[in-house]
């Protein structure tokens, strides 16, 4: 039986040391900041999060840019060369045009290595919802799941990833086109603050509004508390926006409540951190549904 690698793409924003523990191979997408166009990768080489949020505050106004077909190839032929199949855990087809990319490259790849597998997932998640579900898939891959069975878990288990959100500024969701230009303002004068989660199209959704920060953050464990399915079994992932302090106190009161077996919190990295701007909280766990 072919042995596998398992990659993915730095919107995962895991924590550097915890992807190369798990054997990913992760690719970066890229950012442009005050015309510098910056690779995205998971141990900030390039730029580390503290720094783009320090541009964000001074007013940059960053992009990003999706990985393009050839650099797939590139990635993907070493290891078919090799004589190993290829499983790419992709960024939300429903926010990034990189899962596209990557379904062009293994329809050229197939006809060069006809017997190779390569599996394009389209996770539908993002940020450390999309590293959770990566980890799932490599703890799997460590344990002795054959490619086909981890294959066939991601498709069966993906939609069953819960992300829930709130942010702080409304203006980069109005800059997405999230919210109108006339809820931000308004929003921004009377505290309000979105809850949003990633749904089953893979698309960032605001779901519900709140008053005050406090009541934004406490929601996210309100809707755990509603969907999770065996906390005390899960490892569960909190993102945040240069907010490690109010990550930190939602992980705790996470642990108090539902003990969780572990949380681990991480930076949301610089393409996320593009559109979700300063002062995001993220919320990942296995669920009911989404």
Not at 43 to 61: Q, V
Not at 125 to 141: I, Q, T, V
Not at 181 to 202: E, Q, R, S, W, Y
Not at 257 to 274: A, F, R
């Amino acid at each position: 039986m072919a042995d596998y690698r398992i990659f993915t793409d730095s919107t995962t924003d895991l924590p550097a040391a915890l992807a190369d523990e798990l054997e990913l191979i992760v690719l970066p997408l890229s950012f442009t900041v005050n015309g510098k166009t910056y690779h995205n990768y998971l141990d900030g080489r390039e730029m580390t999060a503290r720094a783009f949020y320090d541009h964000i505050r001074a007013g940059a106004m960053p992009t990003t840019s999706q990985i393009n077909p050839d650099t797939f190839v590139e990635a993907f032929t070493p290891v078919l060369k090799a004589g190993e199949d290829v499983l790419y855990l992709a960024f939300s087809s429903g926010l990034s045009g990189t899962c596209q990319s990557a379904k062009i490259a293994a329809e050229q790849l197939r006809e060069e290595f006809p017997d190779r597998k390569i599996v394009v997932i389209d996770t539908l998640c993002a940020s450390l919802g999309e590293g959770l579900f990566a980890y799932y898939c490599a703890k799997k891959k460590q344990a002795g799941a054959s490619f086909d069975e981890l294959a066939a878990w991601a498709e069966e288990n993906k939609l069953h990833l819960c992300h829930w959100f709130t942010v702080n500024d409304l203006h980069h969701l109005k800059r997405g086109g999230r919210v109108s230009a006339a809820a931000a303002v308004f929003g921004t004068m009377l505290n309000i603050k979105p809850v949003l989660h990633v749904d089953n199209a893979g698309h960032l959704i605001p779901v519900s509004k709140v008053r005050g920060r406090r009541q934004s953050i406490d929601a996210l464990l309100h809707k755990m508390e509603e969907l999770v399915t065996n906390p005390e079994e899960q490892v569960i992932f909190i993102s945040h926006s240069d907010c490690f302090d109010e990550a930190e106190g939602l992980g705790e009161a996470i642990r108090k409540k539902l003990h969780v077996k572990d949380v681990v919190i991480n930076d949301i990295g610089p393409v996320i951190g593009s559109h979700t701007g300063c002062g995001t909280i993220a919320l990942f766990f296995m669920g009911k549904e989404r």
